[in-house]
């Protein structure tokens, strides 16, 4: 059986990162996309070979020869256009964050509960095979028991792929990004969500989750900093700082301290995995280093495991379950920033700046 899907959405992500995976995983076929610019849809189907395209996420989603739906637009569409995929019995298949707020993540996990069908989130980390490596070393006992983890980001403004010279949050040159309705908060909702949600899937998930959200600087109203701790259902403590305008070194590290050892690891830059023994100072030699390559096309790991688990032969690691959990993170750590985040908080900014 072969899984045909449709793409809501086909913009840039969809160019390497997901969209070929699609068509190249086993067992897979991508059939449709859909983009409200009629005539990009048309050029990006052309592209990459996709016989049908749509206008209208209605006509695709309806499409008899579609079997599951790939959402790709930004988070703030997502509940709603999941909720349609959900309607017509089809599985879908979520761009992260999976929404805007937990309670959107609960809407939706309600509706593909009820229709029965399976709901998955692009958490894709959770399957490329350098971060795999990391589970396989902590769960293999390499750094004995995980006592501490730490995340820090730190991000010069200038360098920030999302910030534009614009000084309002409703001027719609800001990216879709830094605009609360379409994204829900800062940075930390686009990419601090990614490391979150490895910590989850590394250590389990987060209990007691403490934290704070300001705004340094820039031309936006959305947070741009966030300090944060934890702990885990196994004793591990955890903290992480993230910064979109900072003035401090470019640093982005995972360090998790084990018993035995102590392992370190980018999320986003290009770096090995390196383990060290306890006792061993960070600047001795030698340590031990594992070089993982990213696939050609990062989100296609993932994809394979959706379609073995819709294929009824495996079960993929990122659903609407486990990505709930990381939108409650995220939540506990941005409620005081946005005077609170169960209601339409993205419609009332004067409450918004902690």
């Known amino acids: 059986m072969t899984i045909r899907w449709g793409i809501v959405g086909c913009g840039d992500v969809c160019e390497v990162k997901s969209g070929p995976g699609f068509a190249k995983a086993p067992g897979s076929a991508l059939v449709a996309v859909m983009r409200r610019d009629g005539a990009k849809a048309a050029d990006f189907a052309k592209r990459h070979g996709v016989p049908r395209w749509y206008d209208d996420a209605e006509a695709l989603i309806d499409d008899d020869g ?14 709603e256009v999941a909720e349609r995929v959900a309607a017509a019995g089809k599985p879908a298949y979520v761009e992260k964050p999976m929404a805007r707020s937990a309670a959107e993540c609960r809407r939706m996990i309600e509706a593909f509960d009820a ?13 490329v095979p350098r971060f795999e490596k990391v589970r396989e070393l902590i769960e293999g006992g390499a750094l004995g028991a995980v006592k501490r983890v730490s995340y820090t980001y730190r ?27 379409h994204s ?13 949600d490895l910590l989850d899937h590394w250590l389990g998930p987060m209990r007691d989750v403490t934290g704070t959200a300001r705004r340094r600087g820039g031309p936006y109203v959305v947070e741009d900093e966030v300090e944060m701790t934890w702990r885990t259902d196994g004793g591990v403590e955890g903290a992480a700082s993230l910064s ?54 990062i989100q296609q ?9 819709l294929r009824g032969e495996g079960a993929c690691p990122s659903t609407g379950r486990t ?17 609170g985040r169960d209601d339409a908080f993205w419609s009332r900014a004067e409450t918004w700046g902690g």
């Open 244 to 297: 979109f305008f900072s003035d401090e070194p470019a640093t982005d590290l995972f360090r998790i301290e084990g018993d035995n050892a102590t392992l370190t690891v980018p999320c986003f830059a290009p770096g090995a995995i390196e383990l060290r023994r306890a006792g061993q100072a960070d600047t001795a030699a030698p340590f031990e280093r594992f070089e993982v390559a990213h696939p050609p096309h």
């Open 184 to 196: 829900g908060g800062g940075l930390i909702m686009d990419m601090g969500c990614h490391a979150l």
């Open 66 to 79: 579609v079997d599951a739906v790939y959402i790709a637009t930004p988070p703030g569409s997502h509940v």
């Open 115 to 127: 229709a029965g069908v399976p709901l998955f989130v692009a958490y894709y980390r959770r399957r």
């Open 323 to 339: 990505a709930l959990r990381t939108n409650e993170v995220m939540d506990a750590v941005l409620s005081d920033y946005y005077g």
């Open 155 to 181: 991000e010069h403004p200038g360098e920030s792929y999302a910030v534009q010279s614009t000084l309002s949050d409703a001027d719609p040159s800001l990216p879709w990004r830094l605009q609360v309705e």
């Open 301 to 309: 790991p993932l994809i394979e495991s959706i379609v073995t688990e």
